[in-house]
């Protein structure tokens, strides 16, 4: 079985926003590559194929077979034999760059994943990654725990200013901030005050030292390393006031003609207030349980030619007390990011999306 990529999200492959000069994602990423020329030791090469092989995005990163990361609801699997899929995360570049003599990297790449649809989610964004094995000079007589959390510190300190607020969620402490591919794990959260005064924490990386038996598969058996990774989209947005994740994928003047390399303080100017078009879809979920939230989602993405989806969210559910079925009921949220809809074109994609839920998705619609 084959996931069929939508094409919303097959013509994204290849642009590389990361590498497109004045675009918000590359000044990020920019901005966190100086930081590390600064530290010095480093490299940073770039594959820029996501295609790779499940090997290196989940089996030598000792990812359990069970897991749910490798789920085809979760995951694009682009061949016949379930062995290639779009990559995930950039820890999937980590045994390939590091076997061909990559010791102490920082990379970025477009990573894909089958998600939610709502305005911080979307199924492709970029990661950056961070691998640095004992050797390096700039870790001098420290160890591996130390190396990464003096430059995690200095990081967010360079990304955010001195004063910025932020933790580590330990993996001692917080079990769920762990990794199959790391021990001694942690993620950071930044914590920012908003515009209208409120807090707003978010998750900007996860990181750990890298397991033995990587190190061994990549021929340094004995050796010891760290590794991040990190999310562009969600600081770009926090850094800009981006409202939309999707805008980054306009090519409309209006938003790239508002960003600068260097120019990390001007704020994101609104230039289209359109209005939204809702519309709700009830069913009943079949007894197969082969519903599943970005099945839909899925199916939804490639019902729209263009990114005219804006969220999908659950609105209520009950269950028949007589037949025990369960109702669900979404609402999907109709808007282009520049342009007005017409009610012809959400009905036909509506319907479309309709009739494929109840042939696909064992649901019956109410
Ligand atoms: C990973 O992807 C790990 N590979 C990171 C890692 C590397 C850990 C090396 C240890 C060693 P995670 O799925 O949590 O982890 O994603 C990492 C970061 O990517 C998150 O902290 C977040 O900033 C960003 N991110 C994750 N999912 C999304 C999404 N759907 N949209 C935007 N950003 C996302
Ligand atoms: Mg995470």
Same mark, same amino acid.
């Not at 359990?64 to 490798?70: D, G, K, L, Q």
């Not at 305005?119 to 979307?122: E, P, V």
């Given at each position: 079985m084959t996931t069929t990529i939508p094409k919303a999200v097959s013509e994204k492959v290849g642009r590389n926003l990361h590498n497109q000069e004045n675009h918000p994602i590359k000044i990020v990423k920019d901005r966190i590559f100086s930081f590390f020329k600064d530290c010095g030791g480093f490299r940073f090469p770039e594959r820029l194929d996501p295609i790779v092989e499940v090997e290196n995005n989940f089996d030598k990163l000792l990812i359990? %077979?069970? $897991?749910? %990361?490798?789920s085809p609801s979760d995951t694009y699997y682009v061949s016949q034999d379930m062995s290639r899929v779009l990559r995930t995360h950039m820890t999937a570049e980590m045994v390939p760059l590091v076997t061909s003599g990559n010791y102490n990297y920082i990379t970025c790449g477009d990573v894909y994943r089958k998600d939610a649809i709502d %305005?911080? $989610?979307?199924p492709v964004f970029h990661q950056i990654e961070g691998f640095m094995s004992q050797g390096n000079p700039s870790h001098g007589d420290i160890s591996v725990e130390e190396s990464l959390r003096i430059h995690l510190h200095g990081l967010i300190k360079h990304l955010f200013g001195d004063t910025v607020k932020y933790r580590f969620m330990e993996e001692k402490d917080h079990p769920e901030c762990s990794f199959p591919f790391t021990y001694n794990s942690l993620e950071v959260e930044v914590t920012l005050t908003l515009p209208d005064g409120t807090e707003k924490a978010i998750e900007v990386l996860g990181a750990g030292t890298v397991q033995p038996r990587i190190m061994e598969a990549c021929g340094l058996s004995g050796k010891s390393a760290w590794a991040f990774g990190m999310g562009l989209e969600r600081l770009a947005m926090l850094f800009y006031g981006i409202p939309d994740i999707r805008l980054f994928w306009s090519t409309d003047h209006r938003f790239l003609s508002q960003f600068k390399e260097g120019d990390f303080s001007s704020k994101f100017q609104p230039f289209s207030s359109l209005p939204a078009c809702y519309k709700d879809v009830a069913f009943w979920l079949g007894d197969k349980g082969k519903f599943t939230y970005n099945d839909f989602c899925n199916i939804i993405k490639e019902e729209c030619e263009e990114d005219i989806v804006e969220e999908v969210i659950l609105k209520d559910t009950f269950t028949n007390g007589k037949t025990g079925k369960v109702s669900e009921c979404y609402r999907i949220v109709y808007r282009h990011p520049s342009r007005t809809l017409s009610n012809e074109e959400i009905n036909t994609v509506q319907d479309n999306i309709r009739n494929r839920l109840e042939k696909e998705l064992d649901v019956t619609l109410r």
């Open positions: 359990p %077979s069970n $897991h749910v %990361s490798r %305005s911080t $989610h979307y």
